[in-house]
């Protein structure tokens, strides 16, 4: 069994999780907290981020879409039927677009922003960045948060998938990043119908299940976080 060291606020590490249960893998998690750059850690990824992927042979391999290339390249090439890149060159570039939309820009914008100040300054020591929530930096994250779900509304109203008729990596991506804003409370479905549509059909399937399980210390999730109809 492959092991991932993983954060389950952290976009990226959604977007892996839930790219290997599309092919029916289980991995084996380590929760790491990346604010305390634990030696062993820094060993295996010496910029200290995540996620990384200990894959045969105990390789790291360091980062979300570096590791979803090595799942096309060990699954997906052998498993076309279940592939979560297009076999199309454009179509595939528009794949690699959407996922760095979500795991970067609304990452940037958004995401990482919120979990920051509600979900892990909490646990942070002063030395470590810690302390009361910046309520500045909130409500930028929250005003950033509207044209990514209009972004999202219009994709999900004008496409079966998001980046075109079949599943694909770019569900993940934009699945992971928005169940995070979703677990915090941080979304009203109901302004963004076509988007909701969408995931709740992504939501529904056996890779998410895991996932609606997710819970981190000190911070519950939304009421309706596991609920598959919300």
């Not at 592939?83 to 609304?106: C, H, I, M, N, Q």
């Not at 470590?128 to 219009?154: C, E, F, M």
């Not at 004008?158 to 008729?165: D, I, K, N, V």
Request: glycine share 6%; aromatic share 10%; with cysteine.
């Amino acid at each position: 069994m492959l092991t991932l060291f993983h954060h389950p606020l952290l976009a990226s590490c959604r977007f892996v999780r839930l790219s290997f249960g599309e092919f029916g893998e289980e991995l084996a998690l380590i929760e790491e907290k990346p604010w305390m750059r634990r030696k062993e850690f820094l060993a295996l990824n010496p910029a200290g981020s995540l996620p990384v992927l200990l894959a045969e042979g105990d390789t790291p391999i360091v980062g979300a879409s570096v590791i979803a290339e090595y799942i096309d390249e060990t699954r997906g090439a052998l498993k076309r039927d279940k592939r979560l890149f297009a076999e199309d060159p454009f179509l595939r570039a528009e794949v690699r677009r959407l996922v760095e939309w979500y795991l970067g820009k609304t990452d940037s914008e958004v995401t990482r922003h919120l979990v920051r100040e509600r979900a892990f300054k909490p646990m942070m020591s002063s030395m470590q960045g810690g302390g009361s929530p910046d309520s500045a930096a909130i409500r930028v994250a929250r005003g950033n948060l509207k044209p990514h779900l209009k972004y999202t509304n219009w994709l999900a109203g004008t496409r079966h998938w998001l980046a075109g008729s079949k599943l694909s990596y770019a569900d993940l991506a934009a699945a992971a990043a928005l169940s995070v804003l979703d677990y915090l409370g941080e979304i009203e479905w109901r302004d963004y119908p076509e988007a909701r549509e969408w995931y709740v059909r992504i939501k529904s399937r056996p890779s998410f299940r895991p996932l609606l399980s997710d819970r981190t210390a000190g911070l519950s999730p939304v009421s309706h976080y596991a609920d598959l109809d919300f």
